[in-house]
């Protein structure tokens, strides 16, 4: 600077702001009428369900909790299609297009079950160029009404551009199988246009899906397809069976524990545990409470804690009209449940417990068993959360514990609140303090730290996040010399510790009434 006058410099800020993750993302892994399988597929409305996943089916118990959520007021699902690995497994429908020569022309449908078999094709000569031989037009419909795709100037050729194989690339109907090289005969049926229809029954459901195809032993499909989702914050595995089913007991206890262990503890999300289909009526026999928890206590988990702190059990079933057929049916609760998690944490935050008088059901949605507070009372002190039908309030979620709420266990995540808290929390920071890799493990990074940690929580704390009259009386956070001592700065290790006072759930209110006497 040789020149007298007035410089400016532009010096990198050292505020990195964490942005809190989403609560309430929903992950469903089942059965569906159709749909890509073992890809995770987001849905922000039923529409989208129904224009993927091709909506209710009786066959589908995911497709009804599905439904109920959006119904509750859920906003986001990750489904994840399942079909059966068994000996009847799910094929995919064929259509066949004559051509000039052998082969066929053959379509496939994009993915199995028998909801390609309505699928019709259509072939025209109708091109830019009529006279060329090598050109022909295609239109693929779901019929009767469904939706249509039609793709124009095919060629022959199969380095060609616009040959069979590539104009599908898009499609979302059918695939390319094989005979590209062809182009159909449509004079040797009959006048243009011609419709093809897939060969009959050649698209199936295959058998109804098991336990072994929603956790198979591989870990590559089924539940563990979330895997490929950067977040999801609840998990439902609706059972494979309708609840009603003659002598189905439900999803095995086995499949729930994995879920919890290998999917809901590393990835911060919470498992929605439904009753087993035999639970009925109350008093619960001795048997039935024994098989409660679903999910073994003493599974290991990740960081020591018990997979069951990642679960929360709900009774009974509920009862909701069927759209498809007018009458009413028993369905799981974990669709309805995560619902109103999803609605509760919009409206009061994750920090709210999901339960209460403002924790309503759908209209038009029951509680399949209905209990008196005695009975309730029972329930409760084991960690069983119920659903409630009450006078004037109608139906609602009573009860916000998670499977180590038990009374008897005395664990620190024994509410859902609590719990989904913390992994809030956790999961936020982890993604918050990412830039922090690599960077020079000393006081300029601590403080960094200290100040970007420490406005994240000022904001939760504002939101009335924590309990606790102050600040320092709500939340901690320490990033110093004391606890990133020389030994673990040489080792690469940035030691961050943050504490917070969580809000616990007035389960218990009382009213003490003293009559004063001789006053004026």
């Known amino acids: 600077m040789n020149t007298p006058g007035v410089y400016v410099t532009e010096l990198p800020s050292s505020q990195h702001p964490i942005t809190g993750v989403a609560t309430s993302i929903t992950a469903f892994v089942g059965s569906a009428a159709q749909g890509p399988v073992d890809n995770p597929v987001t849905c922000n409305t039923w529409s989208d369900f129904v224009r993927t996943f091709g909506g209710l089916w009786a066959g589908s118990t995911m497709s009804y909790a599905v439904y109920q959520f959006f119904q509750s007021g859920g906003s986001t699902a990750i489904v994840v299609r399942v079909t059966s690995g068994g000996d009847n497994p ?13 082969p066929d022309v053959r379509l496939e449908a994009i993915n199995p079950g028998q909801w390609g078999n309505s699928l019709q094709a259509t072939v025209d000569y109708q091109t830019s160029d009529p006279g060329d031989d090598t050109l022909w037009n295609l239109t693929v419909q779901l019929a009767p009404s469904g939706p249509s795709e039609r793709y124009l100037n095919i060629s022959t050729d199969l380095d060609a551009a616009k040959s069979l194989s590539n104009v599908l690339q898009s499609s979302q109907l059918v695939q390319y199988l094989d005979g590209g090289d062809k182009r159909p005969d449509i004079t040797a049926v009959g006048p243009p246009p011609v419709p093809v229809k897939a060969t009959p029954n050649s698209g199936g459901d295959g058998d109804p899906i098991t336990d072994s195809d929603i956790d198979p032993e591989t870990q590559t499909g089924g539940m563990y397809a979330l895997n490929t ?27 729930y524990g994995d879920a919890a262990e290998y999917l809901c503890v590393p990835r911060r999300a919470m ?4 009753p087993p289909p035999d639970w009925t009526s109350l008093p619960l026999s001795d048997a039935q409470q024994e098989e409660f928890p679903a999910i073994p206590a003493g599974a290991a988990a990740a960081n020591g804690q018990a997979v069951s ?36 944490d919009s409206s009061r935050g994750v920090w709210k417990a999901p339960a209460g008088t403002s924790a309503g059901l759908p209209a038009g949605m029951a509680p399949a068993v209905l209990m008196t507070d005695d009975q309730n009372g029972d329930l409760n002190p084991l960690g069983i959360n119920c659903l409630r039908n009450f006078p004037i309030v109608g139906p609602v979620v009573w009860g916000a514990r998670t499977l180590q709420g038990a009374d008897v266990l005395e664990n620190q995540w024994k509410y859902i609140s609590v719990r989904r808290t913390a992994l809030y929390i956790e999961e936020s920071l982890r993604r918050g303090t990412q830039w922090s890799v690599f960077e020079p493990n000393a006081e300029p990074l601590w403080a960094a730290i200290r100040l970007n940690v420490g406005a994240f929580m000022a904001g939760l704390y504002s939101q009335g996040a924590f309990a606790g009259a102050t600040p320092s009386q709500a939340y901690l956070v320490k990033c110093d010399a004391e606890n990133n001592p020389p030994t673990q700065v040489a080792l690469g290790i940035l030691n961050i510790l943050v504490g917070f006072a969580p809000l616990y759930p007035a389960e218990f209110v009382l009213i003490s009434i003293e009559q004063l006497a001789g006053q004026s």
């Open 90 to 102: 799910a094929t995919y429908a064929i259509l066949a297009l004559p051509s000039a020569g052998n």
């Open 229 to 255: 989702v950067d977040i999801f914050n609840i998990l439902c595995i609706p059972p494979p069976k309708p609840l009603l089913t003659p002598e189905y007991k439900g999803l095995l206890a086995a499949t």
């Open 271 to 274: 498992l929605i545990v439904d």
């Open 309 to 344: 702190a990642n679960a929360a059990f709900y009774f009974p079933a509920v009862m909701a009209t069927d759209p498809l057929t007018g009458l009413s049916g028993t369905y799981a609760p974990c669709g309805a449940v995560a619902g109103v998690w999803a609605a509760t």
